[in-house]
């Protein structure tokens, strides 16, 4: 045998020799990466996520789902988890990162060695230069595989963050739902209530018409209350229903699934008022669209060769081109370094060999300093909404709502005493009625705030996001 046929041969048992046996074990798991996104989603929503490849694991999951909904009144937990284990948008999420997985896979495998020879090239010249310019080929692939690996594996783990903030974002959006869906019940069964008063009081108008007691006039203005709140209260349903719908297909359910129930009323409200002070650092430490965008830093950097990076500076810096300083209110001190500061490597770019290559650089450094500004900023947003929601619904729960009540109960008291009319005790009740649905509602934006300030902390886009 020849040298040119013999090294043929022993090519390919050369590149496997070479493979890097740990990233295609790795990539070549069912679930590659799936531990990163589970662990993840435990720590930002309090449960785990599925994945389901198979018919049996998908026929498995909804045997689950069904036990955890059917007949149920369900709250925000269960209703996340739910939708972690059925909605299929996020299944399609994570199958991309399998995609990924897959990429690295091939890209730590190489391309495979082959011959291909013509009807032209069957001498042994024509053989050799096959032979040779496989070779050849082969040793590019060699070469550059190490390289090419690293960038892959740099996506791999973008895919893993990215599957990671679209499970944080479904969780949030879902248990926006069901508040949004019991706040609408709650509102419904206020308004179902002040019309049980309301009807009362309209016979009574009638039966004082057909007597003579009370003018026609003054039976329109006690019969449009009731004819309103009938109306305010099929509008109520309507939204109900819609907002129920909307959790529903988060949740990713139909036919006999969707029979399951949600509370008439939001939880009350915390003893203590809530919120983190720290959200700031926290969003620094967690936002998974940051950590995207630090990845593809560092993936612009492989790209072009950078291996060291030769000092570092904040966002801040990157933004604003010089050092950050920031005052509390009333207070003059100021820091050099913010605490919740985002450190950016910035690299030779004189060594990179086009300008092309260093704009793309810059771009992916310019970017991860406005991400992180906006998520500063958000999670600042975050935590003075929750703080300042709590206290505008303790505000309508103890001083509003008490003071309307009083005044329901001193007319009624009047009323009983002849002293004031029904379209007068009718006029109180509509009072009242708005008071008890706004109080309602701040409770309710209380609660979205609180969901908020999560999905703040941990950055998941929504699904379906460009970016």
């Not at 007949?71 to 990924?100: F, H």
């Not at 086009?354 to 947003?381: F, K, P, Q």
């Amino acid at each position: 045998m020849n040298c040119p046929r013999a090294a043929a041969l022993l090519l390919p048992l050369l590149i496997a020799a070479c493979a890097d046996q740990a990233t295609i074990a790795t990539a070549s798991a069912p679930q590659a990466g799936f531990a990163f996104v589970t662990d993840g989603a435990r720590r930002a929503t309090g449960t785990e996520s599925a994945w389901t490849q198979s018919a049996a694991e998908i026929a498995a999951t909804e045997a689950r789902v069904r036990s955890l909904i059917a007949g149920k009144t369900i709250g925000p937990d269960t209703a996340v988890q739910v939708a972690l284990m059925n909605n299929r948008g996020l299944q399609a999420a994570y199958a991309e990162l399998g995609l990924s997985a897959t990429d690295l896979w091939e890209a730590a495998i190489g391309t495979p060695a082959s011959l291909e020879l013509s009807l032209g090239n069957i001498g042994e010249v024509g053989l050799a230069r096959s032979l040779e310019a496989t070779m050849t080929g082969a040793i590019l692939d060699l070469a550059t595989r190490d390289a090419r690996t690293a960038i892959a594996e740099t996506h791999f783990r973008q895919a893993q963050l990215a599957a990671l903030g679209e499970t944080v974002a479904l969780a949030a959006e879902t248990r926006q739902a069901w508040i949004d869906a019991v706040a609408a019940f709650e509102a419904a069964s206020l308004i179902a209530r002040a019309q049980n008063t309301a009807d009362a009081a309209s016979e009574l108008a009638a039966e004082l018409g057909r007597t003579g007691a009370m003018n026609r006039a003054d039976q329109a203005r006690e019969h449009v209350f009731t004819a309103e709140l009938a109306g305010e209260r099929a509008d109520a349903r309507l939204e109900a229903q819609l907002a129920k719908e909307r959790l529903t297909r988060l949740m990713g359910l139909w036919e006999s699934d969707i029979a399951y129930y949600v509370p008439d009323a939001l939880p009350s409200l915390p003893g203590r008022q809530p919120g983190r002070s720290d959200a700031e650092r926290l969003a620094m430490q967690h936002r998974t669209d940051l950590a995207i965008s630090r990845l593809e830093l560092e993936a612009v950097a492989r790209e072009y060769r950078l291996d060291s990076a030769t000092r570092m500076l904040s966002d801040i810096e990157i933004v604003a081109g010089a050092e950050a300083t920031r005052s509390d209110e009333g207070d003059t001190e100021t820091e050099r370094v913010l605490e919740a500061s985002l450190e950016i490597p910035i690299y030779d770019t004189g060594k990179l060999i086009s300008r092309r290559a260093e704009l793309a650089y810059m771009r992916a450094a310019h970017e991860l300093a406005r991400r992180a500004v906006d998520a500063r900023s958000e999670a600042r947003s975050a935590h003075a909404a929750v703080t300042g929601k709590y206290r505008i619904a303790r505000h309508w729960r103890d001083e509003v709502l008490p003071l309307r009540r009083e005044i329901d109960a001193e007319a009624l008291k009047s009323y009983n005493g002849m002293l004031t009319s029904t379209f007068e005790l009718i006029s109180d009740a509509r009072d009242g009625l708005e008071a008890q649905l706004s109080t309602a509602e701040a409770k309710a934006d209380y609660w979205r705030a609180e969901a908020d300030l999560a999905a703040v902390i941990w950055g998941g886009a929504s699904m379906g996001d460009s970016e």
